[in-house]
């Protein structure tokens, strides 16, 4: 019963590489989100998807883009990494949004990102 | 637009200690509330949660009462362990619409020392 995986954990870029983080998830949940955490900023969402093929922007959006070509699967990506860029990602899913119902995130471990 | 406002951290508190963790929002319409904790080195995980007004949501001790007219939802724990050591955070989303999202607090780091 893996939930969220996020790859990789780690990760050491230059300014201006890019890279892709891999979210996956076996719940079969329809929502996916991409978060990132700063320190004294809580968490931020940058993209999110309501199913498969779909995706929208959050609250930062700039500098990141996502896919969501299988329904288990949510890729972020970044074309031209900046130092701004350092952070802890979050993936996270659920069965439908976290409207009506209040169903509730499950959260991958999270992948550390340093942007040199 | 949707906001979470928590009480500044970090909190150190011996075991045993009484727990309150403040939380405060202003959201459009009625939110459903949560608390989320994040143990060290992983993701957030759900604590709690309460979906209308005078609900309350409970786990593993800790208890949160949603109060509209305050518009607050603080965490209490009558008795923390050094197991209670985290970063919790305090959310919300609305029901305005299909597609709503969590908005987030800022979070606040809770040590507690044996």
């Known amino acids: 019963n893996a939930g969220v995986t996020q790859t990789p954990k780690f990760r050491v870029l230059k300014t201006g590489q890019s890279m892709t983080l891999l979210c996956a998830q076996d719940m079969n949940h329809e929502y996916m989100y991409w978060y990132r955490q700063d320190p004294g900023m809580g968490l931020r969402l940058i993209h999110y998807s309501v199913g498969e093929g779909t995706t929208a922007k959050g609250e930062v959006p700039d500098g990141y883009n996502v896919s969501r070509l299988k329904k288990q699967n949510f890729l972020l990506g970044l074309e031209s990494a900046a130092p701004s860029q350092t952070s802890v990602y979050f993936c996270?899913?659920?069965?439908?949004?976290?409207?009506?119902?209040?169903?509730?995130?499950?959260f991958g471990a999270g992948s550390r990102l340093t942007v040199l | 637009g949707n906001s979470v406002t928590q009480m500044e951290g970090p909190v150190t508190l011996s075991e045993e200690a009484f727990l309150t963790i403040n939380c405060t929002y202003t959201?459009?319409?009625?939110?459903?509330l949560f608390w989320y904790v994040q143990y060290p080195g992983e993701g957030l995980q759900l604590l709690l949660k309460a979906t209308k007004a005078d609900d309350k949501g409970s786990n593993k001790g800790f208890e949160a009462t949603y109060r509209k007219e305050t518009t607050s939802f603080h965490l209490e724990k009558g008795s923390v362990q050094v197991s209670d050591s985290a970063v919790y955070f305090c959310a919300l989303s609305d029901r305005t619409g299909a597609n709503s999202k969590l908005t987030f607090g800022k979070g606040i780091t809770l040590s507690v020392r044996p």
């Open positions: 996270a899913s659920s069965l439908r949004g976290t409207g009506a119902g209040a169903n509730v995130l499950t």
């Open positions: 959201a459009t319409g009625y939110p459903s």
